[in-house]
């Protein structure tokens, strides 16, 4: 729940943010960007650092960073002080992975599974429900309001830890690979920064294309880092599988199409109606937008509970996206109204709602235990950096749309960057349908327990846990 109240500190703050600070939109779209990439690099870092003996001190420091971070944003320092502190915020992305290993080890296998589809379903649905709750501390308290309540949450949530966490689990701790962090966050960096800037430097720049190959290097080093090293960051060698790789594809492009979709809302209803659309809507009401959404995810947990007792939940991947994208079409064709805002807000909280129950059970059913942080924390990367992306993308394409001297953006924007998205989902629903079509058709015999998949190979190694809500049943592919 703290995850889900640090990101709603993002979207519907940022007109508030620009004004207060007197920086320009695409300035003030990076204090939620920041959070999202630190997210991305911190994410695997700590899991890494959570599959060995030193899980509970890496969960409790960065609790504590969240603190620390929420303060510092809180203090009226100045722009740059809130973009510190909403980076050190984005630590606390890490914890969700770290919470479902922890999850995982300390229940028994019956229970394991629907805790670790509710945590990530927590994440999801709690951000709809924190936008409104920080929406009214903002309109009412002024902008650092929110964040002095996420400092309350993050001390709350730091003395539960105290008290609840059991012991790390005695697992051989191994050398932390700082190589492949710092290859990680400098290219995704220099790529998001990259984005920002080309409507500043101009697209075929020469700084802009030299920034843009740099990084892109940086990342194709650490991909093969990755593979050389014995005890990486992340083990890229896991998204081999076709599960889990339809999994992390669709974190990933699925993740930018989410943040353009609500970066763009959350823009569009507060615009005034003097520009000829948008709603002039307060923060409180822009908050209350995105109240459907978690009404969405939380309906969607439901859903995927009950279909999964007769249908593989890898089939129901292809599903979500394709929720996803008659949400955003909603968008693009009809926002005249405040009521079609929030069916388009409560139909994209279906769609994600399904695909984040599914990604978790999926991938833990595919790897071994000790790398289950790991692999959760792959797919987080991923899904953060598509987060990250999203935002950028949505800053950028709005200022291409900016007449010279205007504040605002023209309305085909909004229509621009809803095709964008569209087109984002169709390629995601496309490339995971592939990938399973080809699972299920190719040599590999796979067994499906309880919805989740994994080789027949691994199918002695013990029992998967069985379905939330439903009784346990096997059923056997080719």
Request: net charge positive; glycine share 10%; with cysteine.
């Amino acid at each position: 729940m703290l995850v889900a109240i640090v990101s709603s500190l993002g979207a519907p703050l940022i007109p508030t943010i620009a004004a207060v600070n007197h920086v320009s939109m695409s300035s003030a779209q990076w204090s939620l960007t920041v959070t999202m990439l630190v997210g991305a690099v911190a994410t695997p870092t700590m899991g890494r650092l959570g599959d060995g003996p030193h899980r509970r001190k890496v969960i409790l420091t960065g609790l504590a960073a969240v603190l620390v971070g929420s303060v510092l944003a809180a203090l009226p320092l100045g722009f740059g002080a809130l973009i510190a502190g909403r980076a050190l915020q984005g630590l606390g992305i890490g914890l969700t992975p770290l919470a479902m290993a922890t999850a995982r080890d300390a229940l028994p296998p019956e229970r394991s599974r629907s805790a670790v589809a509710t945590l990530s379903l927590t994440a999801a649905a709690g951000i709809g429900l924190g936008y409104p709750v920080t929406g009214l501390l903002a309109e009412y308290f002024g902008l650092y309001a929110g964040f002095w309540f996420a400092a309350i949450a993050a001390a709350v949530a730091l003395a539960a830890a105290i008290v609840v966490l059991p012991p790390s689990p005695q697992r051989p701790a191994h050398r932390l690979d700082v190589l492949g962090a710092a290859l990680l966050a400098g290219g995704m960096a220099g790529l998001l920064f990259a984005l920002t800037q080309g409507g500043h430097w101009g697209w075929s720049s020469a700084r802009l294309l030299v920034l843009a190959v740099v990084s892109v290097l940086l990342l194709v080093w650490w991909v093969a880092h990755e593979l050389r090293t014995p005890h990486p960051l992340v083990d890229v060698r896991l998204v081999r599988d076709r599960v889990v790789l339809a999994a992390n594809l669709t974190a990933v492009v699925g993740g930018v199409a989410m943040y353009l979709l609500m970066s763009l809302v959350t823009r569009f209803v507060q615009t005034p109606t003097s520009a000829g659309y948008g709603f002039g809507a307060s923060v409180v009401v822009t908050g209350l937008v995105l109240v459907p959404f978690s009404a969405g995810s939380l309906l969607a947990g439901r859903l995927v509970r009950v279909l999964s007792r007769t249908v593989p939940l890898a089939l129901l991947l292809p599903l979500g996206c394709l929720i996803s994208l008659v949400a955003v079409l909603s968008f693009v064709f009809a926002r005249h109204s405040l009521w079609q805002v929030f069916v388009t807000m409560a139909l994209a909280g279906l769609g994600i709602g399904i695909t984040v129950s599914v990604m978790p059970a999926l991938i833990v059913g595919a790897v071994p235990a000790q790398e289950t942080g790991s692999a959760m924390s792959f797919n987080h990367v991923v899904k953060y950096i598509g987060y990250s992306t999203g935002s950028a993308l949505s800053a950028v394409v709005l200022q291409a749309h900016t007449a010279a001297g205007e504040a605002l953006p023209s309305n085909d924007g909004y229509r621009s960057a809803g095709l964008l998205a569209c087109a984002v989902w169709v390629a995601t629903a496309a490339l995971v349908s592939y990938l399973l079509i080809r699972s299920r058709r190719g040599g590999t015999r796979t067994v499906l327990t309880a919805g989740t998949q994994k080789p027949a190979e691994q199918a002695d190694a013990g029992p998967l846990p069985p379905q939330a809500g439903g009784p346990r049943h096997t059923s056997v592919d080719r």
